[in-house]
């Protein structure tokens, strides 16, 4: 069973750069495509990005393609989302998820009732 748990998330300033990790506590990580996605506050959840259970494939939404970076390391069972040049509409609860498919356009279409999700970390950029 995939268990997926968040971190890195806190306060930062606009210009900053952060790295957030998703770890899994299940055996099986390098068969999951695992996604990122974030929710704002008073707005819908959005997808970041996703990578192959491999790392070797990656997507990204067309506004985050630049800024955000994924990649994964099965050896230690994390996935990671690097974000550089945050800007202060980057505020938001950041969520990974995880699902039993190769390619990462797929994650793109999760849905909180589909796959594993994590409990999400708090990212906050002041101006």
């Known amino acids: 069973q995939v268990q997926l748990a968040e971190s890195g998330g806190r306060l930062v300033q606009a210009g900053d750069s952060l790295r957030l990790y998703c770890t899994d506590s299940?055996?099986?990580?390098?068969?999951?495509?695992m996604g990122w996605f974030r929710q704002a506050p008073g707005k819908e959840r959005e997808f970041v990005g996703a990578?192959?259970?491999?790392?070797?494939?990656?997507y990204y939404a067309d506004s985050m393609e630049g800024r955000f970076t994924i990649s994964r390391n099965n050896a230690r069972n994390t996935m990671y989302l690097q974000m550089i040049n945050l800007k202060p509409e980057d505020t938001a609860v950041y969520y990974c998820?995880?699902?039993?498919?190769?390619?990462?356009?797929?994650?793109?279409?999760?849905?909180?009732?589909?796959?594993?999700w994590g409990q999400g970390t708090q990212v906050t950029v002041s101006s």
């Open positions: 998820a995880a699902h039993d498919v190769y390619h990462p356009k797929t994650i793109a279409q999760l849905t909180p009732d589909v796959g594993s």
């Open positions: 990578i192959s259970g491999s790392g070797g494939d990656t």
């Open positions: 299940g055996r099986t990580f390098s068969t999951y495509a």
